[in-house]
């Protein structure tokens, strides 16, 4: 929404004026994201540099648009959580019961529709435990989410014996060419359904009441209140978004090799968290952008075949991860600390 004071403030001023106002206001309202565009250019150029048989080959690119999308995708309602001022450490293991649901489901009925709504049906659920946990008891959502972590991994193994389970039959269903196959023979369907997924949640965080309130309520949670926002029901529908989303992306990631494993998850830890701050999302609440988790996320998923392109060993890669979580979160501390 445009400001009137401000319009005819500019309106007074010489169009060279005009044009220096209205860019810097363009730059104040978008910095977080044309930074974010910034690096990611500047960083595919250094890759390309550095590694220019991998990072000009096509093939890297099919890699990359199958893979980054089992993380990417729960990154994305994770900004909305983290910009609400919460966190959800659970996810990865509710990747894995997401797909116990799936895998009794098939079992039982043999349709691969039915264990696929049964898994997203569990995922839901899962997050609004999570969610009455933190709201309801009040509970932080880190120790909570710690906890649900925890349980939900060790009913995995209980329920499953520690047993994987093959899906090859599961390829025989036309869902799994929706889900996992490549469209025109050659692009992945989980980068589409990645796509997909950052539509919905900037339209979710820009265009809804929901994701006003998300802002509101990362800014300052008393004001939200304030104001009438039912900061309650806000945040729990951003831990049932995140459980969703992890049982999707669960799905997406067994089907893709046709076998669950029961460790379905646990390297996605830290991919994920660096995937949002690396976006510019402050741990502190407030302040994120999706476009900006979207880019990250093709980032940290580049950062491990560029460290293996260039002759390094992959040790590097879980701490070039940490770094960037530790950058992140300490660049928004200082900014934070100034505004303030």
Do not use: C
Not at 65 to 77: E, Q
Not at 311 to 317: I, S, V
């Amino acid at each position: 929404m445009t400001n009137p004071v401000n319009d005819t403030a500019i309106d007074r001023q010489s169009p060279r004026q005009n044009q220096r106002l209205r860019l810097r206001r363009f730059l104040s309202s978008n910095g977080t994201q044309l930074g974010i565009i910034g690096v990611f250019v500047a960083l595919w150029a250094v890759f390309i540099l550095l590694a220019p048989r991998t990072f000009l080959s096509p093939q890297i690119y099919r890699a990359f648009m199958s893979t980054v999308p089992f993380f990417g995708i729960i990154a994305l309602p994770l900004t909305m959580a983290i910009i609400a001022g919460e966190m959800d450490l659970s996810f990865p293991a509710i990747m894995a019961i997401g797909m116990v649901a799936f895998a009794y489901t098939f079992q039982f009925t043999g349709s691969v529709p039915l264990a696929f709504v049964a898994s997203l049906a569990t995922g839901s659920a899962v997050g609004l435990i999570n969610g009455i946990i933190v709201v309801g008891i009040g509970i932080p959502s880190l120790v909570a989410t710690i906890g649900t972590q925890f349980f939900w991994r060790g009913a995995v193994l209980v329920l499953l014996g520690g047993k994987g389970t093959s899906l090859i039959v599961a390829r025989e269903s036309f869902l799994y060419n929706v889900l996992v196959g490549k469209m025109f023979g050659y692009i992945p369907m989980q980068f589409l359904w990645m796509l997909l997924a950052t539509l919905i949640s900037w339209i979710i965080l820009n265009r809804t009441r929901l994701g006003a309130h998300i802002y509101l309520i990362g800014d300052n949670a008393q004001s939200a209140e304030l104001m009438g926002v039912n900061t309650k029901r806000t945040r729990l529908a951003v831990f049932v978004l995140v459980g969703v989303a992890s049982a999707f992306a669960g799905v997406l990631a067994s089907l893709t090799v046709s076998f669950f494993w029961p460790s379905l998850g646990a390297g996605y830890l830290l991919q994920t968290l660096a995937s949002v701050f690396l976006g510019g999302t402050s741990v502190f609440g407030g302040v994120g952008t999706i476009l900006g988790t979207f880019l990250g996320s093709y980032i940290i998923g580049a950062i491990e075949a560029a460290i293996v392109a260039i002759g390094l060993t992959g040790f590097w890669t879980k701490l070039i991860y940490g770094l960037i979580i530790i950058l992140s979160v300490s660049m928004h501390a200082v900014l934070r600390r100034r505004m303030g």
